[in-house]
């Protein structure tokens, strides 16, 4: 396992390990995720064990080790609870909600995320991200055998949603991909081969001002990494820095109504129908507002997998 870091220094970008709560610089030139990672995980540890003996390096920021030419792929209600609350039963679920972030919506695990003026139901979505390692041109068979030839690492993602766009306006990309709604890392922790049995026991967990909202582990996802790229792959293409936003946790500010009601409220005209929609949900005190403060944390229940903490403060659009 390598924590892997992409920093700014004196205005340019560099790659790292983090380590010992140090950074060290690798003596590598990549400008992309992809680049990096195309070199392979043999030549990416002998690039950290000499950066490891040098000296550590101080830093101005860390940005996201996704860099913007990567596919952002998601997953959709994929822990049992939260599609429970969804209104699904996920015994009986057997397909994949598959959509996509743009990735101009990609950006630092600190500063600030930005809330547009049009948007007034701004949410969270603590999710495992997969970082893909493999470029595909046609369906592929993904197990627990190959699963290291296809995913690279993993690392913190928030699929932040602005709940308004999404649902009245059935645009799940636009209502997921304005700027900023796509914080990504601190760490990209490249996993050994014998690290991956760890995919299905992660604990996710974010808080808004110290007040935990979502909080589950990965063993609680309906459908594993390997066959949703698996399934994926019949739609994509997939390249090295690519990656896969595995789903969020019950917990979100969104709340919906029961199967009952939905049907119900279902037989109203369109606008009568979403502007109760929105009545209802801006009652809800959870939706994120200006100053708010997030934290967002994944490790491994014995602690050998620490992706980092997310840091981000609520600012609205000037």
């Excluded at 009986?92 to 930005?114: C, L, R």
């Excluded at 279902?266 to 200006?290: A, D, V």
Aim: hydrophobic share 35%.
């Amino acid at each position: 396992m390598l924590n892997l870091v992409r920093f700014e220094k004196n205005a340019q970008h560099y790659w790292g390990i983090h380590h010992q709560n140090q950074v060290f610089q690798l003596n590598v030139l990549c400008s992309t995720t992809k680049a990096l990672l195309t070199l392979g995980r043999k030549e990416i540890k002998q690039l950290a064990s000499q950066a490891l003996n040098g000296h550590a390096i101080k830093t101005d920021k860390l940005l996201s080790p996704i860099t913007q030419d990567a596919k952002v792929l998601c997953q959709g209600a994929n822990y049992r609870q939260h599609m429970i609350d969804s209104g699904m039963n996920p015994n009986e679920k057997n397909f994949n909600m598959f959509f996509t972030k743009s990735s101009a919506s990609i950006t630092p695990p600190q500063g600030d995320i930005v809330k547009p003026k049009k948007v007034k139901l701004l949410d969270y979505e603590v999710e495992l991200t997969l970082v893909l390692a493999a470029s595909t041109q046609s369906e592929v068979n993904v197990n627990k055998d190959n699963l290291s030839e296809f995913i690279a690492g993993i690392c913190i993602g928030n699929d932040v949603s602005a709940r308004d766009i999404q649902i009245p306006q059935m645009q799940f990309h636009k209502g997921k991909s304005y700027r900023t709604f796509c914080p990504l890392g601190p760490y990209l922790v490249l996993l050994e081969e014998d690290e991956f049995h760890y995919l299905n026991d992660l604990n996710l967990t974010l808080s808004v001002n110290g007040e935990i909202r979502q909080q589950d582990s990965t063993r609680n996802l309906v459908f594993k990494p390997a066959e949703t790229l698996t399934e994926f792959s019949q739609v994509v293409n997939f390249e090295a820095g690519d990656v896969l936003m595995t789903g969020t946790p019950s917990g979100c500010a969104l709340s919906l109504p029961s199967p009952l009601l939905v049907k119900l409220v279902g037989l109203l005209p369109e606008k009568r129908k979403w502007n109760l929609f929105n009545k209802i949900q801006s009652k809800r005190t959870q939706y994120l507002q200006q100053g708010d403060l997030l934290e967002l944390s994944i490790k491994s229940s014995d602690g050998a997998i620490d992706l980092g903490k997310q840091n981000h403060v609520i600012r609205e659009e000037a």
